[in-house]
């Protein structure tokens, strides 16, 4: 983390009064008779250091918005703290900041204005905002008459064009089209490189992984788990997939060459094997096949264990997987509850770093199967000896014709 924090958050709270009638919400304004509240923040806390990028995850109505509200200005929080050094500009709500009766180049003066900037300070990144938004004739227009993603073209150009220390986005990048999100990104590791601290709300996880230096995740309004963004969207996958709920029994850590690993006293994974001895410092070639082992133990008998396992590039994209059901007689199991199956896993890929994900799931209903197990990024290997010109991460045994070559059959 770096030595200097431009952000300090400090047990902050948010609720709202709610009023079952009229009367109790006048009994309370004459007679200060306290009503109920109810709360959307709770003692939330974190830092965040100069350039560096928090992501901030979490379902719908876990109080996402209303963190970032609060730390921008926007909302008087209950109680706590909210600490900044130097200059904030975010994109919150799309169109906040805007006149919608007023041109988009009428806008960008305004929203200058909104961040303390005299209008020759925004005259003079006049040109590099309009070049960014690539709007065209249309900056001319009222942008009540603007598409959500001329919204945020529009918007988040004037905010990185304004030097802030604290750039605040709140589901922005997921709004444009696909080339201005790369540009967004570049625009984002620029601001970055020059000191700049960014606080990114979404719900694309792979987007906090990649570009995230750490990531909190909020459920009901807390904090429900904080550090390095795979750690944290792992948990938030956890999350979801154990019904909104995480147990006081699931344990979260990262250990050097074993992975991120999740596990709860129903039942857990226990070993993770490659079975080729034969195999020279991790490495395989590409088009031939892994045997791969995963045994564990469960505490319940009536429990329907199911294994997944899924091929993972360094980049943490999920490739191709397979499912062992013990239902389907593929996960072998004894009196103990210990069980094994093994996974045969072709390697038609690309040259690069590989690795698994295995889940352990009871598959006794039919609903979305609670996860008793997890382990990310176990079993690192290498693929080497590709077929030449084959692009991406998968081969799937294409070819190219010679020129005149006869149509395939």
Known sequence: MSSETILE?????????????????????????PCQRRSVLSGVSFQLGRGEILGV?????????????MIAGTLRPSSGRVSVQGRITALLQ?????????TGRENIYLMGATYGMEPEQVRARHAAITEFAGLGEA???????????????LAFSVSVALEPDLLIVDEALAVGDIGFQARCLDRLEQLIEQGASILLASHDLQLIKN????????????????????????RYY??????????????IWRADGVGLRFEGQRGGIREVTIEQ???????????????????????????????????????????????????????AMDADGGFCCRFRVPLRLAEGRYSFTVRLEDRRTN?????????????HFRVVDAQPGVLGSVDLGGEVLPAGAPDAD
């Open 9 to 33: 958050v400090e047990r902050l709270e948010k609720s709202y009064p709610v009023y079952a009638n009229p009367r109790q919400r006048l009994a309370e304004l004459l007679l200060r008779r």
């Open 139 to 153: 900056l001319e227009r009222p942008v009540k008459t603007y598409s959500s993603g001329m919204f945020v073209r």
């Open 57 to 69: 995850i979490g379902p719908n109505g876990a109080g996402k918005s209303t963190l970032l509200q």
């Open 367 to 379: 609903q979305i199967a609670p996860v008793l197990d997890k382990h990310v990024g176990v079993c």
């Open 238 to 251: 956890y999350l979801m997939r154990s019904g909104n709920q995480i147990d006081d029994d699931a344990l």
């Open 277 to 331: 001895p034969d195999a020279v410092d991790g490495e395989f070639p590409s088009g031939t096949s892994l045997l791969v082992r995963v045994e564990g133990q469960v505490s319940n008998l009536d429990v329907l264990p199911a294994v997944a396992l899924m091929l993972r590039d360094v980049r943490g994209y999920n490739l191709y997987g397979l499912l062992a059901s013990h239902a389907r007689g593929q996960v």
């Open 94 to 102: 799309l169109g906040a900041g805007m006149n919608p009766d007023m």
């Open 211 to 234: 570009y995230c230096t750490g990531a909190i995740c909020l459920e009901a309004g807390r904090v429900v788990a904080e550090g390095d963004p795979e750690s944290v969207t792992e």
